[in-house]
């Protein structure tokens, strides 16, 4: 999506240890309007696609999950919670994920009211780097029952590989930009095409 990649190319920072900025439109501040044109980019990549479902991870996933979600017949947004601890009452699906960001393991946990067998699921999130917290919510899906129809993607750091291993084991990913490569010194960003 070019006014993503260029929206990265102005006014994203290159971060020591891999990590990309962009707090003015995605992290921290949100374009609601940039929101809403990824959620119809997803559209139309995943047009065949009979989703029930967007789940995402928090924090930074909520808001463009739900923005785009309109695009997909306002079909409910769940977002993973990231929790203190694992509470083993039975009632919750639960996994661990390995935070590229706070480089952490944490448990990650959906209620079981909340996704079930029969769901169609679009994964959507912010970034995607080793494919960590996407996998954890693959294994929540897995653990309800449910079917991943694909994986909207904003920003994908692609020489971290996640995606791509994600699509060599079947997984439609849709990542709307994909980092070939940074450089914090220079700040150059390039993009696979
Ligand atoms: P992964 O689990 O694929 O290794 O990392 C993806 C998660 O880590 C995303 O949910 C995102 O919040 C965070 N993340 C990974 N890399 C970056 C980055 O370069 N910038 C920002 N802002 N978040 C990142």
């Known amino acids: ?28 501040q949100c374009d609601v309007r940039l929101f809403d044109r990824m959620g119809a980019a997803w559209a139309k990549h995943f047009a065949g696609k009979h989703i029930t479902k967007i789940l995402t991870i928090e924090a930074s996933g909520i808001g463009i999950a739900c923005v785009a979600a309109q695009h997909f017949g306002n ?3 769940v977002f993973a919670k990231k929790a203190q601890s694992i509470n083993l009452d039975g009632d919750q699906y ?14 990650v946990i959906v209620s079981k009211k909340y996704l079930n067998a029969g769901d169609h699921v ?4 912010d970034f995607l780097a080793n494919g960590k ?3 954890g919510l693959i294994d929540l899906c897995k653990a309800a029952g449910a ?8 920003v994908e750091k ?10 060599a084991d079947g997984y439609d990913v849709d990542s709307l930009a994909i980092v070939e490569s940074m450089d914090p010194g220079t700040g150059e960003i390039t993009f696979r095409h």
């Open 147 to 154: 079917t991943v129809e694909g994986i909207g993607i904003a």
């Open 122 to 125: 679009l994964l959507i999130d």
């Open 158 to 167: 692609g020489f971290q590989g996640g995606g791509d291993a994600l699509r």
């Open 75 to 77: 079909v409910p947004v």
């Open 1 to 28: 999506m070019q006014e993503l990649e260029e929206r990265i190319q102005s006014e994203g920072t290159v971060k020591a240890g891999d990590v990309l900025k962009v707090d003015a439109f995605l992290n921290h």
């Open 94 to 107: 639960t996994t661990t994920v390995y935070s590229f960001t706070k480089q952490k393991e944490f448990p």
């Open 133 to 135: 917290a996407l996998r």
